[in-house]
């Protein structure tokens, strides 16, 4: 099973991301449900990345009351890029998740894919 290396699952509400992610910094995330509240199961349902301001990219996403996240910060863009791409293939592409493209990296890079190079 395939490891997103992430901290949480947290609720994705803004307090509790104003709680856990601190600071302006890249870095990844997931978002997903809990799928046995007993175990915390996380499911995830969609990959993304800040190449920024992680904090304020959480809150721009989609969420109803069933929604949590998975986060970490990363060193760079390109890290954050590589990373992305790599939870990307490795939960299930288009699909089991509901992302919509393969990642794309930050505008102005020509930075490739590790994973389908």
Same mark, same amino acid.
Request: with cysteine.
């Given at each position: 099973? &395939?490891s997103? =290396?992430m !901290? @949480? +699952?947290?609720?994705?509400? +803004?307090? %509790?991301?104003?709680?856990?992610v601190?600071?302006?910094h *890249?870095g990844?995330?997931?978002? @997903?449900?809990? #799928?046995?509240?007993?175990?915390?199961?996380f499911?995830?349902?969609?990959i @993304?990345r800040a190449?920024?301001d992680?904090?304020?990219t959480?809150k721009? !996403?989609? *969420?109803?009351?069933?929604?949590w /996240?998975k986060w970490?910060?990363? +060193?760079?863009?390109?890290?954050?890029f590589?990373? %992305?791409?790599?939870? /990307?293939?490795?939960?299930?592409?288009? =699909? !089991?998740?509901e992302?919509d493209?393969h $990642? %794309? &990296? +930050?505008? @102005?890079?020509?930075? #490739?894919c $590790?994973?389908? %190079?």
């Amino acid at each position: 099973m &395939p490891s997103l =290396g992430m !901290q @949480g +699952p947290y609720r994705l509400i +803004p307090s %509790e991301i104003d709680r856990v992610v601190t600071g302006t910094h *890249a870095g990844n995330f997931a978002i @997903g449900y809990i #799928k046995d509240a007993a175990k915390r199961t996380f499911v995830v349902r969609y990959i @993304g990345r800040a190449d920024a301001d992680l904090n304020r990219t959480l809150k721009e !996403q989609e *969420a109803d009351e069933s929604s949590w /996240f998975k986060w970490s910060y990363a +060193p760079s863009e390109k890290a954050a890029f590589d990373r %992305e791409c790599k939870n /990307f293939h490795d939960f299930g592409e288009y =699909g !089991q998740l509901e992302n919509d493209y393969h $990642p %794309e &990296p +930050p505008e @102005g890079t020509n930075w #490739k894919c $590790p994973v389908c %190079e």
